[in-house]
């Protein structure tokens, strides 16, 4: 369910993802989400990936970023460092709440109000998409949450 909200967040970024993040940010999104994906769905998973992942992340360059990089990036982290490639559910709800941020603060800035959200496209679509993963794992029935 964690994946499939940080895929889901990656096209809500305005301007679009590739213009969003710095170049080196947006290399490793788009090298790890999918290689994470494929990990999760053929357990058990190789702590080679994640240390790969987070040794990556800590050799980014120091750059300029907008301010919702950091919440995108640390739902990214929370991710790779589920032990064994099973994402608590504390840590789901802690990548969710990071990917809702992102989208937050690549749309809105100052003193936002929640009517403020409601009227921004992207802020009511990440709140479909999470509602949408977050249904679709309780119809699914008592799995724990990925």
């Known amino acids: 369910m964690a994946l499939h909200v940080i895929e889901g967040t990656v096209p809500l970024f305005e301007p679009p993802f590739e213009e969003?993040?710095?170049a080196e940010y947006?290399?490793?999104i788009a090298s790890a989400v999918p290689v994470r994906g494929h990990a999760l769905a053929h357990r058990p998973i190789d702590d080679a990936l994640a240390r790969n992942f987070l040794a990556r992340y800590d050799a980014?360059?120091?750059v300029p970023?907008?301010?919702a990089v950091g919440p995108f990036m640390m739902a990214l982290v929370r991710l790779f460092e589920a032990p064994e490639g099973s994402v608590s559910a504390y840590d789901t709800l802690a990548i969710l709440w990071s990917?809702?941020?992102a989208v937050l603060m690549s749309q809105l800035s100052g003193r936002i109000t929640e009517d403020d959200?409601?009227?921004n496209p992207c802020c009511r679509r990440a709140i479909a998409l999470q509602?949408?993963?977050v249904l679709?794992?309780?119809r699914a029935g008592s799995a724990p949450p990925s």
């Open 99 to 101: 990917c809702y941020e």
């Open 20 to 22: 969003f993040f710095p």
């Open 117 to 119: 959200e409601k009227a």
């Open 136 to 138: 679709g794992r309780l």
């Open 26 to 28: 947006a290399t490793l």
């Open 60 to 62: 980014l360059p120091e």
């Open 131 to 133: 509602e949408e993963a």
């Open 65 to 67: 970023l907008r301010p």
